[in-house]
Every structure is written in structure tokens, then in C-alpha cells.
């Protein structure tokens, strides 16, 4: 049973979703976590249109990833959605991807603002746009782990990406789904084609348009002990910091 | 009704799947043929696991994509695929997306080999990747329109793309829509946003890999009156044609 603030669809893995080794990538990933969340606002008349009408749209601050492991081609499995809290400007909401005996194969929580779309800038959520939700209403919001900064002596790998037409989706944004792939493509096959993401956190700080080079920095720390290797992640245009992230990974069993 | 060699499945469109226009892109266009093909193809017991069996691959050589106009995002549309014919060496079938009318949005003919994947050569077509389809056995293939090469003189616009490690799909090769994104994404944003694309005749001629940075060439043709404008197409690795591609557009409406 669901709670009111809840939401589940389901879905099927497709070959296209997934990476050489026949998992889900990280960025599609996302793509269907915010699928999932904008079907859920569909339902509760609180989507696209009523985002519109009070002339603004929610923007993503901050995911926490965590992985059990990831889903591969073929399965079958469900996309879950919680709008857990918040406040007057921040919006706390989970997902998660479950096969159909409800274990986890990942579980995402996001912090979202809302964005007046002619000021640019972070406003108050509009009553309209949470109401429907049942979330609850909390003074302070739960905080994640913080991702530690990349620093210069730490940069191990680099490489810049153009941003491309296609690039942008029908939110007339950069699709989400791309800085996971610039974050993850500079760490190189070798290492990804042997580790296995168990965590990652990641911050927005501002915009990618189209038409801009960023540069994708990334330092593998592999003197952490206890199998696990962390990695440290910014993408940067023009030497602003537009995202950063820190990943932690084991390796691969096979 | 479908015929014995026919098979269709829903797809609902998604705001990831689409443009800034809210148009499907063509390249998931055909991410989602290669899927409705697949899964006839899993029905059939004709699938990955029987290619396995017989140590070889389908390989598609050229596709003919009409468009009458594509779906948007939010549509729930119907996509279909046909087997219509092979002979020795060569299977063509067809695509179609659809709404639940049977209005075509698109229909994609295809021309495929079967690859042995030890040798990476061509080899006749294994009774057990065919028999299934109920498929027409002929002498001679239909052909399609041949694609026109990109001549020096007629070569206007240029950029080159790293090949990235999320590129490549799980069926361990470069995913097919990445070739519709380079070569589409290299007639700049003003172009993209203001034609429709109307018809694509794209010829596979040596696969991309990860690692390479291809070259994508592209010719704008604006003097061919009727309103139709051509662009011509070609990907390129280390001066080595890797497939060619022409276009016919339309100037948008709006």
C-alpha cells in the first residue's frame, strides 16, 4: 500500500538504457526518477501546466544516490516516487527503482527549489505547487553528506565535452542525464568497466547551456582502505564551478 | 490485424526521448525500432540468446526514414515492425510509429546483414534467425533511393566528437542514435530549430568505436527551390568514411 505522498509506476528496462556491462547507467537513472515524479504530478494536477501558470519550475539542488545494484536489460521493474518534506523554499523528495517483491536496487533523494522562470531566480513555493502532495510541512530539512571539494593536487583524470543540440531535452534544459556522463566518461573504460557505484552525491551550482565546453575534472583517490575508492568530481565552464560530486565505488566481483 | 510477420507494442513518449521542440529525436526513434524488433524477435525465440547460439549478430547496412511528422512528448503511440523479405544475405524489414489510429508518424525501412562475430564477417543469414519471421524469401532485395556523397566544394559545417564510454549500449557497441546525433548536431541550433526533418537515407559503412573522435561533415543545400532543403552527411574516422547520410527537410511552420 501506498501512502498518499507516494507514487509508483512500472517499467522495463531497454537495451538503450544501459551501459556495456548491461546496467542501467547512473543518468538514465535519473531520467526515470524524474519521470516518475513528473507522472505523479500529472495525476495530482500540480505538473507542467500548473508549473506554467504560476510561471515558474522546479530545479534540482542536490541528489544522494545510494545502489544495492543496479537494474540490467530485460528487467522488469518499479519506479517509486515519495514527496517526503519541506519548507518554505526547499523540497525534499525520494525515489527509488524496486523489482516487484519491493527490494531496492536503488534508493535517490533529491532537494528541489523553485525557479521564478522570468527573475531567474529561487523563490517560494507556490501553495499550488505542493499542496497536492500531502508532503510534510518541517521547519528544517534533512540534510545529506556533503561532497567534498575536488582539490587541484587530487585531479587524476580530464577531458572536455562539448554540450550538443540533443543534449537539450523538451524541458528546454540540459537533460540531467548528461553530467552524469561527463562526471563518469572522463574516469575512462578501464575503471568503469571494474568498479561498481555504490554512492554518489552530487551538487548543482549553475547551469550548462548550449554551446558550452565544460571541462569535466575528476581525482581517484584509491588509498582509502577497505575496498572502497572514492572519486571527486567538477564540471566547470569558463572556470565557474557548475556541479560537483563525490562518488564512492567497490570493484566489480566479476 | 497483424500479419504472421508483424509485431507491435505501446510506447508512451517521454520529455528525456524528445527535443527542445517536444519532437521525438530521431536517433531514439530508432532506439525505440531496434527495441520493437528485439522484443518480436525475443517472442519469436529468435533473439540475442539464438544469435548467441549461432555466434553472430545482426548488423544493420542502411536505413530509409520517413517522416510525416513526429510524435511529441506525451503521445502514446504504437510502434511496429514488419519482416517483409530477405535473401541469402540480406533481411529488410519496416518500422512504423503510430497512434492508436493507425496514423503513421514515421516508417523506417531497414536493409540488415548477419555478422559472424569471430571472423566480423558477413555470413549467409542462419535458418534460425529467419525461419521464425515468416518472412518472404526473394531473389532481390528492394532498394532504396541511394544516399549522395558529400562532395569537397559542398562541405559547410564541421565539428569533431569524442566517442564516450556511455555511447556504447548493452549490446556492446556504439549505440546506433549516437550517429543521428553527430550528424544531425553539426547543423547548429538556428538550423535544427526552425526545419523538420522529412525524409533520411543513412549507409552504414565501418562501425564507429570507443575511443575514436569522429569527424562530422555536413553540406546545407539551400538551392533546390520546392521548399525541400537537402543536407548532405558523412562521419569520419582518420579521413575513413564510417557512414553517409542525406536529409530532406522542411522549413517549420512555427
Redesign the interface.
Known sequence: MLAENEFEMNHHI???E?????FL?V?MMI?LA??VS?VQADHLNAGTEAANRVGGGWVITSYEINVNSLPK?GDDVVLGTRTTSYNKYFAYREFWISDHNGNEYAHINGIFVFMDLTSRKMVQIPDLMIEPYHSKSVKRMPKFGRAQELMDEDLTNQ?N??V???D?????HV?N?HYF?WM??VL??EF?KTHELKKMLIKYEREVR??DTVTSQAGIDQNTGADEIITKHQILVDDGINAIANCWWNESVS
Not at 18 to 22: A, E, H, K, N, T
Not at 168 to 172: E, G, L, P
Open positions: 531497454t537495451y538503450y544501459c551501459d556495456p556491462r548491461s547507467t543518468g531520467n524524474v519521470l513528473g536489460m577531458k565535452y562539448r550538443r543540440y540533443f537539450i531535452d523538451a524541458n528546454r537533460n542525464s556522463d563518469l566518461d575512462d573504460a568503469l548550449y554551446g
